[in-house]
């Protein structure tokens, strides 16, 4: 998903497995299935404005469209090609412990921090606590995501 030429990225997997070898990735399924990065994504869209993602450049859905992944492993030459859907969940011990990480590691809301004022922070650090906190699984804050787990044959 983050290759430039990612027909060009299974061709080579495939030239370097023996033959019969098996191959497996892991993808994001479509953003509709995958809250963990969309929720914070919506959020910070309403504080700094960015052009759409190129559908076809490297991103975290690129290879989620339904049959892209299959397309692409069968384009670099894997047969037996298999995609399944596997849900997780990432969990927060409370919506303040998914801010401080998320503000650490998700690289939209770095930058919008970085480029905000105090007050404005303030106000997305509070719609990013409420969105959060609609994600409250009992005890701990859950966030739905879904990959996809590809295999193949050479």
Same mark, same amino acid.
């Given at each position: 998903?983050?290759?430039?030429?990612?027909?060009?990225?299974?061709? !080579?997997?495939? %030239? /370097? @497995?023996?033959? #019969? $070898?098996?191959?497996?990735?892991?993808?994001?399924?479509? =953003?509709?299935?995958?809250?963990?990065?969309?929720?914070?994504?919506?959020?910070?869209?309403?504080?700094?404005?960015?052009?759409?993602?190129?559908?076809?450049?490297?991103?975290?859905?690129?290879?989620?469209?339904?049959? !892209?992944?299959? %397309? /692409? @492993?069968?384009? #670099? $030459?894997?047969?037996?090609?298999?995609?399944?859907?596997? =849900?997780?969940?990432?969990?927060?011990?409370?919506?303040?412990?998914?801010?401080?990480?998320?503000?650490?590691?998700?690289?939209?809301?770095?930058?919008?921090?970085?480029?905000?004022?105090?007050?404005?922070?303030?106000?997305?650090?509070?719609? /990013? @606590?409420?969105?959060?906190?609609?994600?409250?699984?009992?005890?701990?804050?859950?966030?739905?995501?879904?990959?996809?787990?590809?295999?193949?044959?050479?």
């Amino acid at each position: 998903m983050f290759c430039p030429r990612p027909e060009t990225a299974a061709m !080579e997997i495939r %030239r /370097v @497995l023996a033959p #019969g $070898g098996r191959f497996a990735a892991a993808v994001w399924d479509e =953003p509709a299935k995958n809250p963990f990065f969309t929720a914070m994504g919506r959020l910070v869209q309403q504080f700094v404005s960015a052009p759409p993602p190129d559908p076809e450049a490297p991103g975290l859905f690129r290879l989620a469209p339904p049959g !892209e992944l299959e %397309r /692409v @492993l069968r384009a #670099g $030459g894997f047969t037996d090609v298999t995609i399944e859907s596997m =849900p997780v969940a990432f969990e927060y011990g409370s919506p303040e412990e998914y801010w401080d990480v998320q503000r650490e590691l998700a690289a939209p809301l770095k930058a919008a921090a970085a480029t905000l004022s105090a007050d404005e922070t303030a106000k997305l650090r509070a719609a /990013v @606590l409420d969105m959060a906190a609609g994600y409250r699984d009992g005890e701990v804050v859950r966030f739905p995501a879904q990959p996809l787990i590809a295999f193949g044959t050479r």
